[in-house]
């Protein structure tokens, strides 16, 4: 065994320290990784604060650089700089692996941390660590015009959005809406605006109209205000929604055109909604998770291309605790990314 220091929950109500946790040898097809930059995805503060599996090492979001390859590595030299989204395994050949969906891998992807490795039945633990080892095959090349800090976001918040912006289509003509200006919700207004299409930004927070004019906003609606709401029914062809909190779906719905269709990604387990708003207009209710190895290249091609990353806040990773705090109370703009080696 390795081993390596993680910012780690070790019971509950419990903050996350330093601690020394272990990392397997390399098998033939792995990759060790120093990590430099993790981000703090909202996904990190549901499993700390609603968890129930203890060591706790969050963290699915990083960059990093290879320090060690197993035997059969072909892809990667030591030295090279890496990025890694949430997924780091899957069976390969099950339908949804074979279509490039391994995020849809039908025996469950392994996932980056609070999973199972698929080969010696150990839970995986996250990248608010110092080291991470990985199967080449979910291991992606850092594209070299971009900072690594600002890319870490884009592993996993960037390509939860992009999958389900390509897949409706998104672009010139379209007029898209965007709920929440978090990390995923910022990533989406970037994207659908390089992609060509018409913005427009549902928030929660009127203070953040301004800065979302920046990133590619065409149109604020604040959502609490239900004459705002109303005032767009009927007016948008696709809607992502990135919110992390519990919410009603239907004035969304209600802001759908003819056969328009609203992704919700974010706080699945207490959606509620009029089921007459879906009806009148033949709408769709629809949703996503992550992404497969396919679409993460093209996502990252995409931002190489476009120059776009994630607008973030570095902190040392001795302050994962107060960017955690921050993040609970919505004080980010707009993704708070880790230094590794602050610790
Ligand atoms: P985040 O950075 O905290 O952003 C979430 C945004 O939701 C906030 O910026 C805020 O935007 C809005 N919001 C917060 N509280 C709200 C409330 N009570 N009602 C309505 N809106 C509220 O979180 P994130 O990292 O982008 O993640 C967003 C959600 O997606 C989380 O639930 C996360 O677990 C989930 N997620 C899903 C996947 C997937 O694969 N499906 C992947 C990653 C994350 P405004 O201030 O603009 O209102
Ligand atoms: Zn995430």
């Known amino acids: 065994m390795r081993t390596t220091y993680a910012y780690t929950k070790a019971a509950p109500d419990t903050d996350l320290t330093l601690t020394q946790i272990s990392r397997r040898?390399?098998?033939?097809?792995?990759?060790?990784?120093?990590?430099?930059?993790?981000?703090?995805?909202?996904?990190?503060?549901?499993?700390?604060?609603?968890?129930?599996?203890?060591?706790?090492?969050?963290?699915?979001?990083?960059?990093?650089?290879?320090?060690?390859?197993?035997?059969?590595?072909?892809?990667?030299?030591?030295?090279?700089?890496?990025?890694?989204?949430?997924?780091?395994?899957?069976?390969?050949?099950?339908?949804?692996?074979?279509?490039?969906?391994?995020?849809?891998?039908?025996?469950?992807?392994t996932l980056t941390y609070g999973g199972t490795d698929r080969h010696d039945g150990r839970p995986t633990l996250g990248a608010y660590a110092n080291e991470y080892v990985a199967t080449e095959g979910f291991v992606y090349h850092l594209p070299g015009n971009l900072e690594a800090p600002a890319v870490a976001p884009l592993m996993c918040a960037g390509v939860t959005v992009w999958e389900p912006l390509k897949r409706w289509e998104v672009g010139p003509g379209k007029k898209v809406g965007v709920v929440g200006l978090g990390g995923l919700g910022h990533l989406a207004v970037k994207f659908a605006h390089a992609l060509g299409a018409h913005v427009v930004l549902f928030t929660t927070s009127a203070a953040k109209g301004e800065g979302?004019?920046?990133?590619?906003?065409?149109?604020?609606?604040?959502?609490?205000?239900a004459a705002a709401m109303e005032a767009r029914s009927g007016q948008l062809d696709f809607i992502l929604d990135t919110a992390s909190a519990a919410h009603d779906l239907t004035p969304y719905l209600r802001a759908l055109k003819l056969d328009g269709t609203l992704c919700s990604l974010g706080a699945l387990g207490s959606m509620s909604f009029d089921p007459l708003a879906l009806l009148v207009g033949r709408k769709s209710l629809a949703s996503a998770g992550s992404g497969g190895r396919r679409g993460t290249q093209q996502m990252l091609d995409f931002c190489a291309e476009h120059h776009i990353t994630a607008e973030v806040e570095v902190m040392p990773a001795r302050q994962v605790n107060e960017a955690l705090a921050r993040l609970r109370r919505n004080d980010v703009r707009y993704r708070f990314v880790l230094d590794m080696h602050q610790n």
Request: glycine content about 10%; overall charge negative.
């Open 25 to 109: 040898d390399l098998r033939p097809d792995d990759v060790a990784i120093d990590v430099t930059y993790c981000g703090v995805c909202h996904s990190d503060l549901h499993e700390i604060d609603q968890g129930n599996t203890y060591p706790l090492v969050p963290g699915h979001e990083f960059t990093g650089v290879v320090t060690a390859v197993g035997s059969s590595v072909s892809r990667f030299r030591v030295g090279d700089a890496v990025a890694v989204g949430n997924i780091v395994d899957s069976c390969g050949t099950c339908p949804m692996c074979e279509v490039g969906q391994e995020n849809y891998c039908t025996s469950f992807p």
């Open 212 to 225: 979302a004019k920046e990133l590619g906003v065409d149109e604020v609606v604040v959502s609490r205000d």
